[in-house]
């Protein structure tokens, strides 16, 4: 069971005693700003996906990423998955899927190098 929630230190605790299996950190908030606010975004997103790791929950992230917002997003190390289907099947109208899921998948490969 997965649960779409804030990144909020309560909303962690309460999925993890719900006994979840993981968590969808929600990150419209970090999409819909910029500047010293997407920062302060995107550091509590990592802090939100560190917790819920400790908390023995899997730390899923998505909403509003897009090809040009997803690499810092990416390139928290404690999120195992990126839900990002709707911007890639927008651009996929354009440029065909398989050209799509390339471009994407090469962002995420240059912020999550194995």
């Given at each position: 069971?997965?649960?779409?929630?804030?990144?909020?230190?309560?909303?962690?605790?309460?999925?993890?005693?719900?006994?979840?299996?993981?968590?969808?950190?929600?990150?419209?908030?970090?999409?819909?700003?910029?500047?010293?606010?997407?920062?302060?975004?995107?550091?509590?997103?990592?802090?939100?996906?560190?917790?819920?790791?400790?908390?023995?929950?899997?730390?899923?992230?998505?909403?509003?990423?897009?090809?040009?917002?997803?690499?810092?997003?990416?390139?928290?190390?404690?999120?195992?998955?990126?839900?990002?289907?709707?911007?890639?099947?927008?651009?996929?109208?354009?440029?065909?899927l398989e050209r799509a899921v390339r471009e994407m998948a090469h962002i995420l490969r240059r912020e999550r190098p194995s």
């Amino acid at each position: 069971t997965s649960l779409f929630i804030d990144p909020d230190e309560a909303a962690i605790h309460v999925s993890a005693d719900l006994g979840a299996d993981a968590v969808e950190l929600h990150t419209g908030e970090f999409a819909n700003t910029d500047g010293a606010a997407r920062t302060e975004q995107l550091t509590r997103l990592a802090d939100a996906a560190a917790l819920a790791r400790s908390c023995g929950l899997a730390a899923h992230a998505g909403h509003g990423l897009t090809y040009e917002n997803v690499a810092p997003v990416a390139a928290i190390t404690e999120l195992e998955e990126l839900n990002i289907g709707h911007s890639i099947i927008s651009r996929a109208v354009f440029v065909g899927l398989e050209r799509a899921v390339r471009e994407m998948a090469h962002i995420l490969r240059r912020e999550r190098p194995s």
